[in-house]
């Protein structure tokens, strides 16, 4: 059987640990194992408690946590968009808005 890969976007800065990778374990859990549930948090830094911006230019600058998070939303067959109130309303979650756009205009499927 084929597998499938679902990318899981929802808010990173300024969320701890837990925000950001509580959700994403849930879900890959419950996944059938030919479905593959893809983060979005490899290279990302931590700044103290959350995740920040980091001073790895070639990991952590604007520019590569977008590339990668491009090619994540290019190649995977559907994109799952998280985004819960309570982080929102801390902080908008501008790069899951993005990887929404991405997804729309990539034709993919997004839950």
């Given at each position: 059987?084929?597998?499938?890969?679902?990318?899981?976007?929802?808010?990173?800065?300024?969320?701890?640990?837990?925000?950001?990778?509580?959700?994403?374990?849930?879900?890959?859990?419950?996944?059938?194992?030919?479905?593959?549930?893809?983060?979005?948090?490899?290279?990302?830094?931590?700044?103290?408690?959350?995740?920040?911006?980091?001073?790895?230019p070639r990991y952590n600058s604007p520019g590569a946590?977008?590339?990668?998070?491009?090619?994540?939303?290019?190649?995977?067959?559907?994109?799952?968009?998280?985004?819960?109130?309570?982080?929102?309303q801390r902080r908008p979650s501008y790069g899951t808005?993005?990887?929404?756009?991405?997804?729309?205009?990539?034709?993919?499927?997004?839950?």
């Open positions: 059987m084929t597998k499938k890969y679902i990318y899981l976007a929802g808010p990173i800065a300024q969320c701890n640990y837990q925000e950001a990778n509580d959700w994403r374990s849930y879900v890959r859990d419950k996944l059938h194992t030919n479905i593959i549930g893809i983060s979005p948090l490899r290279c990302e830094p931590m700044e103290g408690e959350t995740y920040g911006p980091g001073n790895d946590i977008a590339a990668k998070n491009w090619y994540d939303t290019e190649k995977c067959d559907l994109i799952l968009a998280y985004m819960p109130r309570e982080l929102n808005t993005i990887e929404i756009g991405w997804a729309i205009g990539l034709k993919k499927p997004i839950i």
